[in-house]
């Protein structure tokens, strides 16, 4: 079986994952489309909405598994505490969805420093 980090090199590209997560109360699998980004053997998942119900639920059942391309990828999501990180993600962000890239520059032409409202690193098994 190829190392972890070949397997996302091969869909590193794509635009979107399809993540299963349980549900906080219930415990009820879930699917939601969402953007990812690939750094070497890790993933990042980020969101400008972190009162989106995925968001809710991965912080209070951390296991989660994504579907890319024919590929199956499990895991633990773990919450982005640390501000060198969170800005990294955005910088991965903005490599990849790079369409962003006007809304980004408004922002700092007005003085904010765009950043997820909720990002995860995935570490996958």
């Known amino acids: ?3 972890l980090a070949d397997r996302l090199a091969t869909i590193s590209s794509r635009s979107t994952c399809r993540l ?5 109360k219930s415990g009820k699998p879930y699917q939601v489309t969402i953007w990812f980004m690939v750094d070497g053997d ?3 998942l ?8 995925w968001v809710r639920n991965v912080k209070a059942n951390p296991e989660v598994s994504f ?4 590929q199956t990828f499990s895991g633990t999501a773990e919450l982005v505490h640390d501000a060198a990180e969170e800005h990294h993600v955005m910088e991965l962000v903005g490599a990849k969805y790079w369409y962003l890239a006007p ?6 032409l007005f003085g ?3 950043k997820p409202d909720a990002s995860f690193r995935v570490r996958l098994v």
């Open 46 to 53: 980020a969101t400008a909405n972190a009162s989106r119900w």
């Open 42 to 44: 890790a993933v990042y």
């Open 67 to 70: 579907h890319v391309d024919g």
């Open 20 to 24: 299963t997560h349980r549900g906080r």
């Open 1 to 3: 079986m190829p190392a």
């Open 112 to 114: 904010y420093d765009p």
């Open 103 to 108: 809304i980004v520059a408004l922002a700092h």
